[in-house]
């Protein structure tokens, strides 16, 4: 599942209330212009079920 899924099922203001963040954090990254730092990510995880990966929530792994 992507991150912007997650949002748009949860919806905004449900993820902001269950993180404990401001509605204008996760609009900034639902459209993108943000990501989360590490501690949000790990919460995100969690209340996703486990359903996001860090891949999900940052982008692929660059390959070296």
């Known amino acids: 599942m992507k991150f912007k899924n997650f949002i748009k099922k949860k919806g905004k203001t449900t993820v902001a209330q269950e993180l404990g963040c401001s509605i204008h954090t996760?609009?900034?990254?639902?459209?993108?212009?943000?990501?989360p730092t590490i501690k949000q990510a790990k919460r995100i995880m969690l209340l996703s079920g486990e359903e996001l990966s860090w891949e999900d929530l940052y982008?692929?792994?660059i390959n070296d």
């Not at 996760?26 to 990501?35: K, N, T």
């Open 26 to 35: 996760v609009r900034s990254w639902y459209y993108g212009s943000r990501q």
């Open 59 to 61: 982008g692929n792994k």
